[in-house]
Every structure is written in C-alpha cells, then in structure tokens.
C-alpha cells in the first residue's frame, strides 16, 4: 500500500512540474508576440501621456497661485482709478449675480417636509361603509394658508350623506376641485363627515373673524376632505363660533343639518315674516335636518306637521310639530303599510304650502303634489343624483375644464358660481343658528355617541329608520 501511494505522488510531482514548464513557455510566448508587444508600447505611451498632462497641471497651479502674480492682478484691476460708471457697472453686476444666485439656491432646495400623523376615519374603496377604516396614519395637517383655520376636533357627526359618499357620490367632482381648491390629485381615501366642533390652533393671516383658542363649529361640501379626524383644516368662510351653552358633542349636531334646514326654507321661500301664514309638513322629523326645521318653524310661528316612527313621537311633539303622522314600523313582509298609512293620513287634511322630504319617502313627488299647493315647493334635503359619478373618460375632460375655467374666474374675480361649493354653507348660516340656540330657541338633539373604533355600528345607526336626531363621533 506504501509503494503504490509512493508511486502516485512521485507521478503527480513530475505531471504537475511538466504542466508548470508547459505554461511558463506559453506565457513568455504570448508575451513575446508582435501583439503584446504593439499593446505593451499603447499603454506605455498613454502612460507617458498621463504623467505629460499631470505636469502641465502642476505648472499651471504653481503659475497662478503664485501670490505674487496675485497681488499684481489685484493691484492692476483695483489699484487704479474708477470712475463713477465703473463703479455702476460694478455694483449692478453683483447685484445682479446675487439676485440670480439666490433664485436658482431658492429653486434646488430641498424642502424639510413635516410629516404629522392623526387618527380619521376614512373610506378607502367606494365599496359602501364595508370599505370604511378608522385610519392611524392619516395625514395630520399643521399650518394654514392665509385664509384658513386650523382645528382640534372634539366631535363630528354622522350624516346620511357619509354613506352615500361610501358608495361613491360626487366621486367625479371630487376629485376635479380638491384638485383645484386642496392641491391633491387624489379622491381616495376620503375622510368622512360633514361637520365637527373643536378649539382653533392655528390661522391664516388673513383671517379676521376667528382667534386661536375659540371654541368653533363647522361645515364642508360634500366633495371637500371630511372632518371626522382629529383635526382638520378649513377655509375660514366654512366656521363660526360655537355657541357657549352647548357642549362639543351636542353643538356638532347642529352645523350640517341646520344649514340645510335653512337653505330649504330659503328655497321655499319661507321666511322669519311669513312663516305664520305657512303649514308646512316635514317628513321623518326626527332626522338630524327634521329636528332642525320643526324647531326653527316653530320658532317663526308656522303651522308644523311632521311625520315620524311611534318610538319618535314624544320627541317631535317635544320639538314644537303641531301635529305628528306616526307611521307604522313596516317589515320585509309587507312595505306598503308606509305608504298606505301615509297616503290615508294626508287625504284627511288640507294641503300644505310646503313639503319637506329629509329621509327617503315612499310616495312620489308626483304623488305629493296631491297634497301640496305648489309643486315646485316639494324639496327634499337628500344628496342629489349627480350624472358626472357616471362620466366616461372624454365627459369628465369637458367637466374638467368647464370647472377649471369657473375656478380660474373665481380667482382672478373673486365671483363664486356656487354650482358645487354649497353656498349655504358658510358662517353666515352657522352664525344665524349659533343665535338660534343661544336663545334656546334652537335644542340639540342627540342620539348616540360612539368612539371611531364603531364608525360601522354609528354608519348603521344612521340609516336607521328608529334613530333619533344626530349620531355622533367623539375624539376626546
């Protein structure tokens, strides 16, 4: 066994020295040939090329940095005399490097962006309120343009119009004017709700009416970022000072239900002078918008009718209805108990001068002109079906820019078209009702409160047809 190991390696030592002489003759081969050597010569003289071109650049540096040639230069531009125009020429020449310097240093700096996270409650899909999250990363907003207030939201309400938002409303024309008026791109995800109350933190510097530390109430358009976070900001025109004798979560059922209560009596052309001649009949006045209007025309002396549930009518008796159709709970079995019970009930009476619908009704428009002097005074407060939420590509381009030329006349004129911006909106309808409750003329009615982690319990509870005034969320 030792001899044949010995053998193997004595064959191995002599394979591997015939392989090493074998590979040092075909390197020195290979060296030796008219192409290694042509490449050889290439890079010698790039070699020399580079050492020629570092002495030059010596030279150079030496030649001019020599402080001698410098205090000549100097001597020879400054040490003469100027005259006045090159003393012009001077001055303008760094000014005008200055000025240029410092636009370009404005244009490429990098801006420190401020990120501040808040909790909201947002719909992510147009899916309905399954698509609907309680969001803890939502983007917290910290400073204001010149005419906008900055909030800490204490409390917003649910309103019907949240779940229609849900299931995709006003999602073209969302999109369009957050685009022009919020500078964002996207409509999702969209933070719901319509109204809150909170403590003002910030202001623009334009803003007049409203200091920080105020206690406020607001509302927004439908197509506007929502208020159920903990805090938004707005522009200055959409809040008004919240009245002292209500609380946060009492005070936010009235913003959004109320400016549609009084924009409804506008369009109706019912007024504070002539309300005593009127019967008005509102439907489901128990609504958030249904108490609203019971009281304030109840408050102008009008002559109020209002339907409602049997587990409601305490409550609308309560709120000032001269008279309450209740209407029977109906099933799945047989929904036309609604619509037979209150078809009798309005044979029995004298026609109305105006009908409020704030909940959906089980009678046509057509029908109820049957039961009203004037058709036109049929109002509902529910969303409007809007067709742009089915616009194709080329409708909504035309939208597109038939909204942005509106915009762009409201900018440079300041004249608002109010097609979508929702003009009753605005503090001077928040101010009128803030009078309202100061007064107690005016009583905030409220039927639950949840936290945002049961948005979808509060969401169901809304299109309830036995809930009672408002639904609230609570952020403290």
Request: aromatic residues 10%; charged residues 25%.
């Amino acid at each position: 066994m030792q001899i044949q190991l010995g053998l193997v390696a004595s064959q191995s030592k002599d394979f591997f020295h015939q392989y090493s002489e074998q590979s040092k003759a075909l390197i020195l081969q290979v060296w030796k040939s008219s192409k290694s050597i042509e490449v050889q010569e290439k890079l010698r003289d790039l070699f020399l090329y580079l050492v020629d071109i570092a002495e030059h650049i010596q030279y150079k540096v030496q030649f001019y940095a020599d402080p001698r040639r410098i205090y000549l230069g100097f001597v020879g531009v400054f040490g003469r005399c100027w005259t006045r125009r090159d003393i012009c020429f001077g001055l303008a020449g760094f000014f005008l490097g200055g000025m240029v310097g410092l636009a370009i240093g404005l244009a490429i700096r990098k801006e420190i962006s401020i990120t501040r996270y808040m909790q909201a409650v947002q719909c992510k899909f147009y899916l309905g309120s399954e698509a609907v999250v309680v969001a803890e990363d939502a983007l917290a907003p910290y400073e204001c343009d010149e005419n906008e207030v900055l909030i800490d939201v204490k409390a917003a309400s649910v309103q019907v119009v949240d779940t229609y938002i849900c299931n995709g409303y006003g999602k073209t024309v969302r999109q369009i004017l957050r685009r022009f008026y919020e500078g964002t791109k996207a409509d999702l995800p969209v933070t719901l709700g319509r109204d809150c109350t909170g403590i003002v933190t910030d202001i623009g510097r334009n803003v007049s009416r409203i200091e920080v530390g105020d206690e406020v109430w607001l509302s927004v358009p439908f197509w506007a970022q929502g208020t159920m976070s903990q805090s938004v900001r707005v522009q200055e025109i959409r809040v008004g000072r919240k009245p002292k004798n209500v609380g946060f979560e009492g005070a936010c059922s009235v913003p959004y239900a109320g400016c549609l209560a009084l924009s409804a009596l506008k369009k109706s052309n019912v007024t504070f002078e002539n309300a005593q001649e009127k019967r008005v009949l509102v439907h489901r006045g128990c609504t958030p918008i249904g108490c609203a209007l019971i009281q304030i025309l109840k408050h102008w002396g009008a002559d109020v009718t209002s339907t409602c549930n049997k587990r409601a009518t305490p409550v609308a008796k309560a709120l000032g209805s001269d008279n309450v159709i209740i209407l029977a709970d109906y099933d799945d079995n047989d929904p036309q108990i609604e619509y037979k019970t209150l078809i009798k009930e309005l044979e029995l009476r004298d026609r109305y001068d105006v009908i409020i619908l704030t909940a959906e009704c089980s009678i046509s428009k057509e029908e109820l002109q049957n039961f009203c002097k004037y058709k036109e005074n049929i109002l509902s407060t529910l969303p409007s079906e809007l067709d742009s939420d089915s616009f194709g590509f080329f409708r909504k381009y035309f939208l597109w820019l038939y909204l942005w030329f509106q915009w762009r006349i409201e900018v440079y004129t300041g004249v608002s078209f109010n097609k979508y911006d929702e003009a009753h909106i605005c503090h001077s309808a928040l101010d009128q009702l803030a009078n309202l409750v100061k007064n107690g003329h005016l009583q905030t009615v409220v039927d639950k409160v949840f936290q945002p982690q049961d948005i979808d319990m509060a969401l169901s509870h809304i299109e309830s047809p036995q809930s009672i005034g408002s639904t609230v969320i609570t952020f403290r």
